[in-house]
């Protein structure tokens, strides 16, 4: 019943440290150049533990950013006031991206950057979700994506054993529903984004630890 180990994990460790600044340093373009007439607005899927919230919120911290906290399941939410309410406009609310956003309470072509940390990948039907996901960003905005792009084998001792890792239903995946960094482009350019970009490049030492922040604007 407790947050802290999972915290720590997301937060702490080395590659989580790497791949969060890689994603914080993402969206810095919108803290500093804001919507005219309004602050930023922010879209998170996935939230969880909120392992790379903490690092967008810390970069976000001041500057009136409205940032929906959201997730399958409501466990995390009451959690996430009390970590990030006094930095940002938090909203919280359940969301499923297997699920029209609208439907759920989410205002259509709204946000100025939807991300996702580990939890896109998760959908049942990868382009469906994708492009349910492009709905919700405003024009000029972009989606940030931090997603696994590697299968490790240890996967399978862990993650691969939590109920929902397989339930994928597109044609996309086989064996494993993790894409590779080629796979996710084609993916994001099926559900109808434009300019999609991913660090570290792969002749990067870094590449090796099989983790890509992926960028993909809406015009």
């Known amino acids: 019943?407790?947050?802290?180990?999972?915290?720590?994990?997301?937060?702490?460790?080395?590659?989580?440290?790497?791949?969060?600044?890689?994603?914080?340093?993402a969206i810095a373009p919108v803290v500093e150049h804001p919507p005219e007439g309004r602050p930023p607005r922010i879209l998170e899927i996935g939230s969880g533990t909120g392992g790379t919230t903490a690092a967008l919120v810390d970069r976000l911290a001041g500057s009136g950013t409205e940032y929906w906290f959201t997730d399958v399941s409501d466990a995390f939410l009451a959690r996430a006031h009390e970590r990030f309410g006094a930095h940002v406009a938090l909203q919280t609310a359940v969301f499923d991206a297997d699920r029209p956003g609208p439907e759920q309470g989410l205002p259509a072509s709204s946000f100025d950057i939807v991300t996702a940390a580990n939890a896109l990948?998760?959908?049942?039907?990868?382009?469906?979700?994708?492009?349910?996901?492009?709905?919700?960003?405003?024009?000029?905005?972009?989606?940030?994506?931090?997603?696994?792009?590697?299968?490790?084998?240890?996967?399978?001792?862990?993650?691969?054993?939590?109920?929902?890792?397989?339930?994928?239903?597109?044609?996309?995946?086989?064996?494993?529903?993790?894409?590779?960094?080629?796979?996710?482009r084609e993916a994001l350019l099926v559900g109808g984004f434009e300019e999609i970009v991913s660090f570290p490049p792969e002749d990067s030492v870094a590449a090796e630890m099989g983790q890509r922040v992926i960028l993909a604007r809406v015009t």
């Not at 019943?1 to 937060?11: H, I, K, M, N, R």
């Not at 997603?147 to 239903?169: K, M, N, P, R």
Request: charged fraction near 15%.
């Open 121 to 184: 990948h998760a959908s049942r039907n990868l382009s469906t979700a994708s492009s349910r996901v492009r709905q919700q960003i405003a024009p000029g905005g972009f989606l940030l994506l931090v997603e696994t792009t590697t299968h490790h084998a240890w996967f399978d001792v862990s993650t691969g054993l939590i109920e929902g890792w397989q339930h994928f239903e597109d044609d996309l995946r086989a064996e494993v529903p993790l894409l590779s960094t080629s796979a996710w």
């Open 1 to 25: 019943g407790s947050f802290v180990l999972a915290e720590s994990l997301y937060t702490a460790a080395s590659g989580a440290r790497y791949i969060n600044a890689l994603a914080s340093a």
